[in-house]
């Protein structure tokens, strides 16, 4: 890439034969990293997830070979061995490959289990961290993860499990920190997950807001109170990818989000 030498150190280059593992943000092409555009100049095999936004893959080679490995809820999906597979057989092949991933690989990523896999293959990989949608999207509707007065930690939690009665105990305890919870894929979950939140001692009126496709064309912020949240999120025609943010915090919007510039 074209930038500063001197601000600048030296990008890698993507050998042949290694994986890299790249968050690609929460969507706007705008919040890459620079080290994710060299990843994405650099290639001869992608991977992508679904929520890797079109306009991203128009920034690899005119060369590169471009695979669809999205997961969707309650879509048929491949599965997470076949993808190892996969990227495991294109850097054997000696090819550089990239693994491009929705915000930030190791959150929700499954990038944990991609890396154990190249590393139990033998195969070399460099992991290019992204900004994860849980933050990123919150911060750009004007609420802020953390404040020194609203709260001292935030919790990241994903929505998948909450139907059973472990998950209803730990969903139980999260609640009962006090702390801002941002859940990631959540909507399906969404009634037991409230429902579990205030067991733990959440107030019905605590506020909540859901920010739906973050940085997209079609984005949508919702703020409503927890009590009312999945009849609200239904009501409103809310759908995925969705965060949702859980706490005080949730308040600051009405406070910053006037004076923000809009995107």
């Not at 100049?41 to 306009?55: F, G, K, Q, T, Y």
């Not at 209803?168 to 006090?178: V, Y």
Request: hydrophobic share 45%; net charge neutral; with cysteine.
């Amino acid at each position: 890439m074209d930038l500063p030498s001197d601000i600048f150190p030296e990008f890698p280059a993507m050998a042949p034969g290694e994986v890299w593992l790249v968050g690609a943000g929460p969507g706007d092409p705008r919040l890459l990293t620079v080290m994710a555009i060299h990843a994405l100049r650099s290639a001869d095999c992608i991977v992508h997830d679904a929520l890797v936004d079109p306009r991203i893959l128009r920034l690899a080679r005119s060369e590169a070979e471009i695979h669809f490995a999205g997961k969707r809820g309650g879509r048929p999906s491949p599965l997470q061995s076949d993808i190892n597979v996969r990227i495991i057989a294109e850097a054997r092949k000696g090819r550089r490959v990239l693994r491009l991933k929705g915000g930030d690989p190791f959150v929700f990523g499954r990038g944990g289990e991609e890396a154990r896999a190249l590393v139990e293959a033998g195969v070399p990989f460099r992991i290019v961290p992204g900004i994860t949608a849980g933050l990123a999207a919150p911060a750009l509707a004007g609420i802020p993860a953390t404040t020194r007065e609203t709260n001292h930690a935030v919790i990241l939690a994903a929505g998948h499990r909450a139907d059973d009665a472990t998950a209803a105990r730990a969903w139980e305890s999260l609640a009962a920190t006090g702390q801002p919870i941002i859940l990631y894929m959540a909507l399906a979950q969404l009634s037991e997950i409230v429902a579990a939140c205030l067991r733990g001692g959440l107030a019905a009126d605590t506020r909540a807001a859901v920010i739906s496709h973050a940085t997209g064309t079609d984005e949508r912020i919702l703020e409503t109170r927890l009590g009312d949240l999945p009849h609200d999120v239904a009501a409103n025609g809310i759908t995925s990818p969705a965060v949702i943010v859980i706490g005080g915090n949730v308040a600051l919007r009405h406070v910053l989000a006037p004076g923000m510039i809009k995107p």
